[in-house]
């Protein structure tokens, strides 16, 4: 082999090298990363070179950067950034992290980004303000919320699990939260409500059946969701909407509405629900069902013990529609208006809970109801 053959075969060596030294991975869109050790940042003076901050001021129009970094932590949280005001993006990161700790955390900060990165455990927000996520792969790790404000997340994928709680002004849109097997809650965090959830174009199939629970939350917007083998569980909401969902294959009541209040349930598609409703009510008052699809339930809409119910323009095949209350006057009448655009095949039954009499219809339109109690 000549000289010159040498000096190639040298330089390669070289690049090779230099390579493993420098590169510990790719980022989700192929970026070399660097190595780097857990980053601690618990003031604002931390944000130095030294800390993994490759350039910005801390401003709103030019954050502090810390990116191009592959961390592992061997005992501690991959990136930790807590009590700071200043603008900051993370992006373009691997992260792993020990059990016991975050890959990600951010505690009582403001203004800030993730962005563009790789989570190989799990990525919490706290008591903190104005963050958002956005392309992030989960890698089935979770993603946990608590007591925060102006937070939104949007285009992750593998998703492990999810807990945003206390929280408000959050939007969670067009996320993939697949193969988890733990509950996914959204809402109350012991006595601190919720406010202003917007749950949009988001998927969630788990590894095995799980509800998602939406709790306590005053003003919530549920729309255009996949649910697969996923039951929707809404209790103690003030004011919301509930439409365009699609609920399959649900293991028990696909959609279950209780104990809330001014809520709009529309156009909703739910199939199979061989264990429970399509569709239950309970305790509710000033509500709205409107348009929804109820196909091969093994219980079709079921209302409960609540009030001020206008229900109309639902489809029900091969099931049909049950009414249990007090007020069985109103109720008769709000089902009349149901039934007459319901399919052919359904069936409707009411019954009174308390009070002297007790009556039961059974009808298969609308005209051979009245609406004596």
């Not at 093994?298 to 209350?325: E, K």
Request: hydrophobic share 35%; charged share 15%; with cysteine.
């Amino acid at each position: 082999m000549g000289g010159g053959a040498f000096a190639w075969l040298a330089l390669l060596l070289l690049f090779v090298q230099a390579t493993a030294s420098v590169s510990a991975g790719l980022a989700p869109h192929g970026t070399l990363l660097a190595t780097h050790g857990p980053i601690a940042i618990v003031n604002d003076s931390d944000f130095t070179p030294a800390n993994g901050v490759t350039g910005g001021n801390g401003t709103p129009s030019d954050p502090y950067v810390i990116e191009g970094w592959s961390i592992e932590s061997p005992s501690t949280h991959g990136i930790l950034i807590t009590d700071t005001t200043r603008a900051f993006v993370i992006r373009n990161v691997s992260v792993r992290a020990p059990y016991g700790y975050q890959g990600i955390a951010i505690w009582n900060a403001t203004d800030g980004r993730v962005e563009d990165s790789e989570m190989l455990w799990d990525l919490t927000v706290e008591h903190s303000a104005r963050v958002s996520v956005s392309n992030v792969t989960m890698w089935g790790n979770h993603l946990g919320v608590e007591e925060s404000t102006d937070l939104q997340f949007a285009n992750m994928t593998g998703i492990g699990g999810v807990g945003i709680i206390g929280s408000r002004n959050i939007v969670f849109q067009d996320n993939v939260v697949q193969r988890y097997n733990t509950g996914v809650f959204f809402g109350r965090h012991e006595n601190r409500r919720g406010a202003n959830y917007s749950l949009l174009r988001n998927r969630f199939t788990p590894i095995s059946p799980w509800d998602v629970y939406i709790d306590g939350i005053d003003g919530v917007t549920i729309a255009d969701n996949e649910f697969e083998q996923a039951n929707l569980d809404v209790s103690g909401v003030r004011s919301g909407a509930i439409r365009n969902n699609s609920i399959r294959d649900a293991p028990g009541t696909a959609l279950d509405l209780a104990a809330s209040q001014d809520i709009e349930v529309s156009g909703n598609d739910v199939f199979g629900a061989q264990n429970g409703a399509g569709l239950f009510i309970e305790f509710s008052n000033n509500l709205t069902i409107d348009g929804n699809n109820l196909t091969n339930v093994s219980r079709g809409l079921s209302i409960w013990s609540s009030t001020n119910t206008t229900v109309r323009a639902n489809h029900l095949f091969g099931t049909g529609i049950s009414v249990h209350g007090t007020d069985l006057v109103h109720s008769v009448q709000t089902t009349r208006s149901m039934v007459s655009r319901s399919s052919a095949t359904g069936t409707v039954a009411m019954s009174r809970s308390t009070g002297p009499r007790s009556r039961k219809c059974s009808c298969p339109n609308a005209s051979e109801c009245t609406s004596a109690a």
